[in-house]
């Protein structure tokens, strides 16, 4: 069974700091790997995916097979990016049943 | 703007009752889930469902049924509340084809 572990459930970083939200997973096949986030009073969404490459909000992740790790990035916190974010993952082919992390809370400090 | 609606923000119902969840999404979507999400433990899958009346159990089924009539609705039951159900209960819909998961704005249940 695949798992996902987010190590850090608080993460405080200081306005213009570089922020890395921890992300590993266990799987034997090869997974999509997913970052969602949930903004105060919205709801989860879709902030990045690893198969899209692209930067979003200026955040990016490296799905790094070896180390079966899939890190979200960004070089300069912003207020804006405090949240909660859950890294999930998407087994290949069979159902389309995702397993998310326990998730790690953002805190950018101004 | 693609939609996923859950009936209720709060609920408070009594240990014993039977509680339904509706879900409805207007995205033609195949695939639909129930979460429940909580603090240190993240989301945790109850159930989902990848047909009309098909469905699969997720990580924690147990003290919950669903049900799944018609593509765009997918309901959450349990059958006899208990205060260890006092969550955040999250649906998500998905199309097999893309496989981001769109989700519903939550309803927070709490049983006394």
């Known amino acids: 069974a695949q798992r996902v572990t987010q190590p850090e459930k608080l993460l405080s970083v200081f306005k213009g700091a570089p922020v890395e939200l921890k992300c590993n997973y266990s799987y034997s096949g090869s997974p999509e790997l997913f970052w969602y986030v949930q903004y105060s009073r919205q709801r989860l969404q879709l902030l990045l995916r690893h198969i899209s490459r692209e930067s979003i909000k200026g955040f990016t992740a490296d799905l790094n097979k070896g180390e079966t790790s899939f890190h979200l990035k960004k070089p300069f916190a912003q207020e804006e990016d405090s949240a909660m974010y859950y890294c999930?993952?998407?087994?290949?082919?069979?159902?389309?049943?995702?397993?998310f992390g326990t998730g790690t809370k953002l805190q950018v400090i101004p | 703007d693609v939609k996923v609606t859950q009936s209720s923000r709060y609920l408070v119902k009594r240990t014993g009752e039977k509680v339904f969840l509706e879900c409805v999404q207007d995205?033609?979507?195949?695939?639909m889930f129930w979460y429940r999400q909580d603090p240190g433990l993240g989301l945790r899958l109850i159930y989902f469902s990848y047909d009309v009346k098909m469905k699969e159990k997720g990580d924690i089924p147990e003290g919950y049924s669903v049900s799944r009539e018609k593509k765009e609705r997918f309901s959450l039951i349990l059958e006899s509340a208990s205060t260890n159900q006092t969550s955040m209960y999250l649906c998500a819909s998905s199309a097999p084809a893309n496989t981001e998961a769109f989700f519903g704005q939550g309803t927070r249940l709490t049983v006394v």
């Open positions: 995205m033609d979507h195949e695939n």
């Open positions: 999930a993952l998407l087994p290949s082919g069979g159902y389309q049943k995702v397993t």
